[in-house]
């Protein structure tokens, strides 16, 4: 079997694992714990747990979901903190939508080298290798 060199490396790294356990209110969203483990499936006390919020903005388009780190120590704190995180994520999920409209509305499209005069001729301020000279 060929393996494709575009693939990437698909290895766990077995010093870095971590037991997954889930929490919901059932109204407003998610909260993973992830607890740190070792190799053997036992708890790895060097290496704090991680929790991660998790929530979804509705769009016209459907659901986006959210995923985000919450800096606690204790599931209640976590817990606690949820509302302020997912504002966090909500606003920095909102500044990526504006920014990639703002690239797709200012892209230009510059013709690859040769292609203008292929047509019988260039574009004004054109310049060769299908570079554009602006005034």
């Known amino acids: 079997m060929k ?5 990437p490396d698909t290895r766990m790294d077995s010093a870095a694992l971590y037991r997954e356990e889930v929490f ?5 969203g998610t909260l993973r714990r992830l607890t740190p483990v070792k190799s053997d499936g036992s708890p790895d006390a060097s290496r704090p747990a991680v929790y991660v919020g998790e929530a ?3 769009t016209s388009a459907g659901g986006l979901p959210l995923s985000f780190e919450i800096d ?12 302020a995180a ?7 999920a909102m500044a990526e939508i504006q920014e990639l409209r703002r690239r797709a509305s200012s892209s230009l499209i ?3 080298a040769g292609a203008a ?4 001729g260039g574009l004004p301020g054109a310049l060769p290798g299908g570079k ?3 005034p």
């Open 3 to 7: 393996t494709d060199a575009r693939m």
């Open 24 to 28: 919901t209110d059932r109204k407003v």
């Open 56 to 58: 979804q903005l509705m």
């Open 72 to 83: 606690a120590q204790t599931l209640e704190e976590a817990a606690g903190k949820y509302g």
């Open 86 to 92: 997912v504002k966090e994520a909500f606003e920095a």
């Open 110 to 112: 510059i013709p690859e």
């Open 117 to 120: 005069s292929a047509l019988g």
């Open 132 to 134: 554009l000279k602006l």
